[in-house]
Each structure stands twice: as structure tokens, then as C-alpha cells.
């Protein structure tokens, strides 16, 4: 979400007529470009979210994921398939700077509440077998999210072009919360089985999921920011003015 909320920002700086009246225009030599580009994200949060078909930008809430992994191994596969997350629109900027010479940015963001809904997939071999699917619901109060973002850029037909190369996403759950659907005999089965593979911290079972949400979503943002910078030069997403 990172990156296609920054694109966004970039849409600030960029000065073609066919613009959306929405936009808020943003110079690279503005000397507080990042508090410019902050209070136009502000601004963008119901479009972000809504998404703007003319920029090849779907809405951001759902925001899908094929899988997350909690393990892979011979006796413990662990997945939740198709994750919905939702939650996304409701965040504030902690802190945003952008470096153009370098093509690099960070921000720090928190999202008051965010939800995963999704098919769990367990295949555990540890202690007495399971084998089931089911819905699950996963939950987290305050997530904090930072994240850098380098670009580079690419010339084709005579004109630089930029794109986003790489993403180091790292999320702060202080809880996460689940849900299984299943009858009393399965829940107290699982809730077994889980005690055993995970223990009884919270921190263990988080430390488990949130690599494997982390690459996904770097994953799927890089997708989806590039749909959108694609259809600019870099001069027009970085003009040369105040």
C-alpha cells in the first residue's frame, strides 16, 4: 500500500493538463515538498481507496493476497489462502522524506485496524495429525509499518522513465488476534496443536506469520505502483519547479 499511496504523492508533481481536479500540485524544488506531498496524500485517501480506473489504480480496500505462509515444512504446512485485508484507508503518516537525486523515499505509517480474511490450510504432523480447511479471521489493533522504496530509472523511445525496484516493507504487530471457524471438537484440536507448535507467546505466532505478509505485500505493491508510474516520464512525475 506503501508504494501506491506514494504514487499518489507523485501524481502531485505532475503537471499535464489531464491531471484529476483533485491533485494537489507539488514542485520538486518546493523546499517542504515532503510536508506538501504528506498533506496531498491526506487528500487522496478517498480515491486511494475508491481507486481511479484512469490511472490503472483498483481500490485499495480489499487488498488481496494469494497466500501467506506460516510453515512449510514435512510436518507442518500452514498456509491462509486468498487473504482479504482490509483496514488500509484508515492510517496516519508518522513521518515521509523523499531523497529525488538519490530516487529513494521512506515513510512511517499506522493503521488504527486491520483485518485478514482468508481459508486456513493446515497439514500437521506433529503430535496427533490434522488435515483441514476452514475461514479465518485475523486481526490487529495499531499495526505500525515502515517502509523504503528505491527507484531507478529506464529510458525507452528517448525518454527516462522511473519505475519501483525494490521495497524493504517491516510491520510492528503489537497483537494479532485469530479466529477459526470450527465445531468444539476441532477447536479444542487445533487449539492443541497450536499451543504445541507455536507455545503459548503471541510474539512466537507473530513472528511466524509476518514474514510471509510483509513479502506479499511488497509483492503485490510493486505490481500495482508500477501499473501506475509506467504512463509517465520521469519528468513528468518530477518537474523542474518551486
Not at 92 to 104: E, Y
Not at 140 to 157: C, H, P, Q, S, Y
Request: charge should be negative; hydrophobic fraction near 40%; charged fraction near 25%.
Amino acid at each position: 500500500m506503501f508504494a501506491i499511496i506514494f504514487t499518489f504523492a507523485l501524481m502531485t508533481a505532475y503537471a499535464a493538463a489531464e491531471i484529476p481536479s483533485y491533485i494537489h500540485v507539488c514542485g520538486r524544488r518546493d523546499p517542504n515538498l515532503d510536508k506538501c506531498i504528506v498533506n496531498s496524500i491526506d487528500n487522496l485517501k478517498d480515491p486511494i481507496c475508491k481507486g481511479i480506473p484512469e490511472l490503472n489504480s483498483p481500490p485499495l480496500v480489499p487488498f488481496f493476497m494469494k497466500q501467506i505462509t506460516i510453515s512449510d515444512t514435512d510436518n507442518a504446512k500452514l498456509y491462509v489462502k486468498d487473504v482479504e485485508m482490509t483496514g488500509l484507508c484508515d492510517f496516519v503518516i508518522n513521518s515521509f522524506h523523499i531523497d529525488i537525486d538519490k530516487l529513494h523515499f521512506n515513510m512511517d505509517l499506522l493503521f488504527k485496524h486491520v483485518g485478514f480474511n482468508g481459508t486456513y490450510d493446515f497439514d500437521i504432523k506433529v503430535l496427533v495429525p490434522f488435515v483441514h480447511k476452514g475461514p479465518i479471521y485475523l486481526t490487529a489493533d495499531d499495526v505500525g509499518a515502515k517502509a523504503e522504496v528505491d527507484m531507478k530509472l529506464v529510458t525507452k523511445n528517448d525518454k527516462k522513465y522511473v519505475y519501483l525496484s525494490k521495497i524493504n516493507l517491516k510491520l510492528d504487530f503489537k497483537n494479532l488476534n485469530y479466529v477459526f471457524d470450527l465445531n468444539e471438537k476441532q477447536s479444542s484440536q487445533l487449539s492443541e496443536i497450536i499451543s504445541n507448535f507455536f507455545g503459548s507467546n503471541e510474539e512466537e505466532f507473530i513472528s511466524k506469520v509476518k514474514p510471509s505478509i510483509e513479502a506479499q505485500i511488497s509483492k503485490q505493491i510493486l505490481i500495482l505502483g508500477n501499473n501506475i508510474v509506467k504512463q509517465f516520464t520521469f519528468d513528468e512525475l518530477f518537474p523542474d519547479q518551486a
